[in-house]
């Protein structure tokens, strides 16, 4: 657990500085209120690896930051360092995004350590974007400012906060486009970027997070971002960034640097004397040589020349003392830093701001989240735009509906018009089987539920978006009425009287409720299963063999009354037989089936009651033998959703 405090008497007061309460709608960066002095004290953090087989896995720890101390003041703070040198953890640390196991050390505001609802208070921009693509950037816009500014404020103001920042960002021209998904075209990277910024403007934060910003953008793209930083900077924000390899036009931007090798410090201060500092300590840069790649090329022990010399003379690359030469000069390098008097002038300026601190501390042992608005404002708001999304996404507005009513119209004209004798009988079963099983394996769509989205509900739940109640009722809603509900209606509509199964409204409307159930049901399976997922292939692997094992025991494929008592209880548990036989009790009951046989040389006309084939089924076709089947499905969706919420609530949300 983290060793963080918090300053009673001082949390109010971060939380007036930064609350949106206190935030006037006609915001603009020139009127930006100052931002917070970021200062981090002996920073540690440290994850588990794990290695081995079973009785011989090793669990061992490994540093991923080592003794971080420093100060990031209003302005452009980049922190710097080669792939897995600690970059984006250290971020995250910063923005108190960061899983608590294996951290320690203090992260102060003002001097005052982070509130625990820090994370909802700051503004984080993500490295891959996320944000609504199937929606506009003005409506994406609302949705931040109707859900993480207070309702004291009118929506009027609200709108007008929108507007204002649509300005500052430069996406007045784009503010009517939706900003895009995979089907969708949408908008530029750049655009797309600075909507996400946008999004977490909206609350006016005084230290703003961004990781690697300039990630998929362009050269051109990626300096008009940063000029747009660079613009809030200067208006008394606090910006705190991690950049990987920035060319010089941006390089110049930064007003502080941090550069990290291997999760240690080598280098904090001013970005301007970052050079002069590496040439007194024997490293200088070429005239027309990228501060940002000679950096680089110092900490990688500028191991590119070497090997490319190595390989022009024909000489063998020794991997292991290459190694072990970048690993003295990195050690090196730590050690000129800890010597520097940019060092000592950092720790002098750290002591100050942790004088009389120690007496008036209390430890912090969770992080919390907060909300400025109410459980049903946030689910009016969650519910309409996940309505929106499903509406403007062709592949669950369009295409499945025309799926529906072709495998419709397909089931009503191989099964049409049945007949009221024996193959009437096997006719029947065959199509309700079908059926049954069909809204079984339909519903492995709703896989992708919370995978497809689970980056964008993980940022907008710990951000203070929502609940995560409000999150998971507005997407059930959403997926069961337009994705189970409204195909099962249509499907029913189409098939059940081209089939020419009993033709009677009781009968219609029990047969509808009974596969909407079986949708519901299988659609609550399907979210248990999938509920902590990442991947939706291996979701899908679980479901389909789940399904496969419920369609054995279903009724048709084996009689289920002869199946061997330590297998028969597996029947309790399949999906399709509950459904399969409140079919059969509504379709056979009340029906004879009857054909002309003759086996004495003279016509004979042989009747079978559907309830006798009921029987010999082992089905109760009784009133209370037909919704038993109901309740059952009922049960089983209940229990599957709440395991599916448990998941969601459980899933690891901090790196």
């Known amino acids: 657990m983290a060793d963080t405090v918090v300053q009673l008497t001082s949390v109010q007061g971060l939380e007036n500085h930064v609350s949106p309460k206190h935030v006037s709608t006609r915001m603009s960066f020139s009127a930006s209120r100052r931002g917070a002095t970021v200062s981090f004290h002996d920073i540690n953090y440290n994850v588990k690896m794990k290695s081995g087989f079973l009785c011989k896995r090793k669990v061992t720890r490994k540093n991923i930051l080592i003794d971080l101390n420093g100060i990031m003041k209003p302005g452009l703070n980049a922190i710097l360092g080669a792939t897995g040198s600690g970059k984006s ?27 625990p609802n820090f994370k909802c208070l700051s503004g984080y921009v993500v490295q891959d974007d996320v944000v609504m693509g199937t929606l506009t950037v003005r409506e994406n816009l609302r949705f931040s400012a109707a859900l993480r500014l207070p309702k004291t404020i009118k929506q009027r103001e609200k709108d ?7 300005q500052e960002l430069g996406l007045t021209k784009v503010a009517d486009s939706r900003v895009g998904t995979q089907l969708i075209r ?44 660079k613009k809030m900077a200067l208006n008394g924000r606090t910006i705190i960034l991690s950049i990987h390899q920035p060319r010089y036009s941006i390089y110049r931007l930064f007003d502080s640097l941090t550069l990290l090798v291997g999760g ?3 280098y904090h201060g001013p970005a301007q004397d970052a050079l002069q500092y590496f040439s007194e300590i024997g490293y200088t840069c070429e005239p027309h040589n990228n501060p940002a790649d000679f950096f680089l090329d110092v900490i ?19 991997q292991d003392q290459l190694s072990s030469s970048l690993k003295g000069i990195e050690d090196r390098l730590v050690e000129e830093y800890r010597n520097s008097s940019s060092f ?68 009503g004209a191989i099964f049409f018009g049945l007949k009221l004798n024996s193959s009437g009988i096997q006719n029947r079963m065959g199509a309700l089987f079908f059926i049954t099983t069909n809204q079984c394996f339909s519903s492995v769509s709703a896989a992708e539920l919370f995978i497809t989205e689970r980056k964008l509900f993980v940022h907008e739940y710990i951000s203070g978006y929502y609940r995560l109640s409000v999150y998971f009722l507005s997407k059930l809603l959403s997926d069961i009425l337009t994705l189970r509900t409204i195909p099962a209606i249509i499907f029913s509509c189409v098939a059940y009287w081209m089939i020419g199964l009993k033709a009677s409204v009781e009968a219609f409307f029990i ?23 990442t991947v939706v292939a291996i979701a899908n692997i679980f479901l389909t063999i789940s399904f496969v094992f419920m369609m054995i025991f279903s009724g048709l494929l084996v009689n289920l009354p002869s199946v061997a008592n330590w297998l028969n209880w597996l029947k309790y548990f399949s999906i399709p037989r509950y459904g399969l036989a409140a079919l059969q009790i509504n379709e ?50 209940f229990i599957f959703l709440v395991i599916a919420y448990l998941k969601l609530r459980f899933i690891k949300k901090f790196t």
């Not at 120690?358 to 996940?386: A, C, D, G, P």
């Not at 086996?599 to 089905?619: H, N, S, W, Y």
């Open 89 to 115: 953890s250290f971020l995250d640390v910063l923005a108190a995004r960061k899983d608590p196991a294996g951290l320690s050390g203090e992260v102060l505001i003002d001097g005052a350590p982070q509130p």
């Open 511 to 533: 047969f509808l409720f009974s596969i909407v159930m079986v949708s519901y049901t299988a659609t609550a399976l399907t979210l248990a299963i999938s509920a902590d997922q």
């Open 264 to 266: 240690r410090l080598v």
């Open 588 to 637: 056979f009951t009340g029906l004879s089936f009857c054909d002309t046989r003759n086996t004495t040389g003279t016509p004979e006309r042989v009747c079978t009651a559907g309830e006798e084939f009921l029987m010999d089924q082992g089905i109760d076709y009784s009133a209370w033998g037909l919704w038993q089947n109901h309740l059952a499905l009922a049960i089983m969706t």
């Open 186 to 229: 949408g908008i530029s990277g750049g655009e797309r970027k600075r909507t996400n910024i946008g999004m977490e403007l909206i609350i006016d934060p005084s230290v703003l997070f961004l990781d690697e910003p300039t990630t998929g953008l362009d050269a051109s793209t990626a300096n008009s971002v940063l000029m747009l930083l």
């Open 300 to 318: 990688n022990g500028d191991s590119t020349a070497v090997t490319l010399n190595k390989l022009h003379n024909n000489e063998e690359l020794d």
């Open 344 to 411: 000592k002038h950092t720790k002098g300026e750290l002591d100050r701001i942790i004088q009389g601190q120690e007496n008036i501390r209390v430890k912090i042992k969770t992080r919390t989240i907060t909300y400025s608005t109410s459980f049903f404002h946030q689910f009016n708001w969650v519910l309409k735009r996940t309505f929106r999304n499903l509406m403007l996404n062709p592949q669950t507005s369009f295409a499945q509906i025309g799926v529906i009513i072709f495998l419709a119209l397909v089931v």
């Open 160 to 166: 007008e906060k929108v507007e204002t920042l649509i």
